[in-house]
């Protein structure tokens, strides 16, 4: 594509945002329209593995999130009783795939990401229809509440439910509910001491992690019909499931308010799409392969996405064989890692807990071991500031 091409991205989320700043990077010019009202992310914190850190030296960011993150690694896997299943350590995991995992707000995250934009890049209240895909013949075409915006790529980076998703693949299936919700807090504990740590019960888990400003991220996840709400409220709920578990959850639940949790049901796509792109138009994140948390990978995958869609702009097909298997594989993985962390049968937990045990003392604990071949990826391209830093010396 000539540098003076036009792409338009379709959602402001972080996979949204990390496209539109490496297009933005390749030279194109870059519309983003978010629906919302502002850039106000769904859900809490983020943890970003090694390879999505790499992915953001890419766009010359890695290193300031690395500083404004938190180190994870430190603490391991419990009982609800409190009993240690598995330890784990930052520096082993550091060690083991080529650089730390960091956990930040989501909110940091797309703050950094919308720095890099020029300022009338991003749109917000901008409801987004495609009208054509377009081809090699003519521009893709993308309809809002102001008219018509022609475009050389359109990046479809509009969520689970994606639209955009919808327009290019009408036939397929989309979504299915995971058989899970989750529950999501940030906020302040002071004069609580605890150990970063997973917790896995019958059918539900819980864990907590101290964040670089002091405050803690924890989240929750149980077995429930999809659409179900607490009768009273959320936090009550969390009461309910977790109040008798180890600490700090009591102390936690104590803290927070009822408005500082926020719910919402899983869902995944079971069936891969039969291709990621079509025409001019490119699916990114959680429109092309929504997963379970159970990995912690929806945001990493959706941040490579970005940086491999900018690598083959001019080559989507290339795009769809990049990223197609590598995410349809991860995906599969966290479906199988969601069924063993949200086991509920008293034999079934059991033989869990006795295999993690057993595995993590003959090597790195489980929770390494399940990113291997995720955490070690390295994009295609060298990082931005490095180009740059070669360009000026030429």
């Not at 033989?351 to 595995?359: K, M, N, S, Y």
Request: glycine content about 10%; aromatic content about 6%.
């Amino acid at each position: 594509m000539p540098q003076s091409s036009h792409a338009v991205v379709v959602g402001g989320g972080i996979g949204g945002l990390t496209a539109a700043v490496a297009l933005h990077r390749c030279g194109m010019r870059v519309t983003v329209l978010e629906r919302a009202p502002a850039l106000a992310p769904v859900g809490a914190a983020l943890s970003l593995a090694p390879n999505s850190l790499r992915a953001l030296d890419v766009i010359g960011l890695g290193d300031e999130i690395r500083d404004l993150a938190a180190w994870q690694g430190d603490g391991g896997m419990r009982t609800p009783g409190g009993r240690w299943l598995a330890r784990t350590s930052a520096e082993a995991a550091a060690e083991r795939f080529g650089g730390p995992l960091v956990l930040l707000t989501r909110a940091t995250l797309v703050d950094r990401l919308a720095a890099q934009l020029p300022p009338d890049a991003v749109r917000t209240g901008a409801r987004a229809t495609l009208a054509d895909p377009g081809d090699t013949h003519r521009p893709a075409r993308v309809t809002t509440a102001d008219g018509d915006l022609e475009a050389d790529l359109v990046v479809g980076a509009d969520g689970i439910h994606s639209a955009v998703r919808r327009a290019l693949f009408p036939d397929h299936p989309g979504p299915l509910y995971s058989g899970f919700t989750t529950w999501r807090l940030v906020l302040p504990v002071p004069g609580v001491e605890f150990a970063s740590h997973e917790t896995w019960g019958r059918g539900r888990l819980w864990g907590t992690h101290p964040l670089k400003d002091g405050r803690l991220y924890a989240y929750a996840a149980a077995t429930a019909p999809a659409g179900g709400r607490a009768p009273d409220d959320e936090r009550a709920e969390l009461l309910r499931l977790y109040g008798d578990w180890h600490d700090p959850i009591p102390a936690v639940l104590a803290a927070a308010r009822a408005e500082d949790v926020l719910r919402h049901d899983v869902h995944h796509i079971a069936r891969p799409l039969p291709a990621y792109h079509r025409g001019r138009v490119a699916l990114l994140g959680d429109a092309a392969h929504a997963m379970p948390p159970s990995l912690g990978q929806g945001g990493n995958q959706a941040i490579e996405d970005a940086i491999v869609l900018a690598h083959h702009r001019a080559d989507l097909a290339a795009y769809t064989a990049a990223r197609r298997p590598r995410t349809t594989a991860i995906a599969r993985r966290a479906v199988r890692a969601a069924r063993l962390s949200m086991a509920g049968g008293r034999t079934a937990v059991a033989v869990r807990d006795a295999l993690i045990t057993a595995v993590s003392r003959t090597g790195p604990a489980l929770f390494l071991r399940g990113f291997d071949g995720i955490a070690d990826w390295r994009p295609p391209q060298a990082p931005y500031a490095a180009v740059q830093a070669g360009a000026d010396t030429q």
